[in-house]
């Protein structure tokens, strides 16, 4: 079985500055893909950015960064220039696509999520 | 159009009624999931249906009863539920191939039992 491991509850940052989210994750799957979702108080889990596990090379999206270190099994999010509504819970999540048969369909393994603060 | 829609937003229901959740997409997503999500909680998964067929349930109880109608479409029955199933239920979709498989979720519906 998949975990998933977010170390940091809470955290706060400046407004326009930079902030990193860690996850750690335990599996002995050689593919999977790995993203970071945002839920605002607004409840929509959002999806951030995603990582497929045979990439070396790290995902961005804007302002949003990713370090994918396989072998440590850790994938953390930088968060460049924050805004006030990067405020939300972020979660680190896993998938693993299992197929075959009946049970064909992505699983998705969440972390306990960390909530970031952007302070004015 | 990378929308899920879920409906009703909030419900209110005794332990003893009949209501259904809903959830659609048109994005041609072949897999739909149905999430639960605690307060201050990650999201468990509850189902998936995969081509409109069943294909993990993830031993929830029988109270609650997943329908895939068809492809755009994904409902949850509730019946004879309890306070401590109170939560967010969430719904995604996703390609049902394991090429990007993220999973696009809805605002979910609040769910309070009394």
């Known amino acids: 079985a998949q975990t998933v491991t977010q170390s940091q509850p809470e955290m706060s940052v400046q407004e326009a500055e930079t902030v990193t989210l860690s996850c750690t994750y335990d599996?002995?799957?050689?593919?999977?893909?790995l993203f970071w979702y945002k839920q605002p108080p607004s409840r929509q889990m959002i999806l951030v950015i995603r990582?497929?596990?045979?990439?070396?090379q790290n995902a961005t999206e804007n302002r949003f960064s990713v370090n994918f270190q396989k072998a440590a099994k850790s994938f953390s999010l930088k968060i460049s220039d924050s805004q006030l509504g990067d405020t939300a819970m972020y979660f680190c999540?896993?998938?693993?696509?299992?197929?075959?048969?009946?049970?064909?369909?992505?699983?998705?393994?969440f972390g306990e999520g960390t909530q970031l603060t952007v302070n004015p | 159009d990378t929308e899920v829609t879920q409906t009703p937003k909030h419900l209110v229901m005794g332990m003893t009624n009949k209501k259904s959740l809903k959830c659609e997409q048109h994005?041609?997503?072949?897999?739909m999931y149905w999430y639960k999500q605690k307060a201050k909680k990650p999201p468990e998964l509850m189902f998936v249906?995969?081509?409109?067929?069943?294909?993990i349930n993830e031993s929830v109880p029988s109270r609650f009863s997943p329908e895939c109608p068809n492809s755009s479409l994904l409902n949850l029955h509730l019946h004879a539920l309890q306070p401590e199933d109170s939560a967010l239920y969430l719904c995604?979709?996703?390609?049902?191939?394991?090429?990007?498989?993220?999973?696009?979720f809805g605002q979910g519906t609040r769910l309070t039992v009394v």
């Open positions: 249906y995969s081509y409109e067929k069943l294909s």
């Open positions: 999540a896993f998938m693993k696509h299992v197929r075959g048969g009946s049970t064909s369909g992505s699983r998705l393994t």
């Open positions: 995604a979709s996703s390609q049902a191939s394991s090429r990007r498989g993220e999973a696009f």
């Open positions: 990582q497929e596990a045979y990439k070396q």
């Open positions: 994005m041609g997503h072949r897999a």
């Open positions: 599996t002995s799957e050689n593919n999977y893909y």
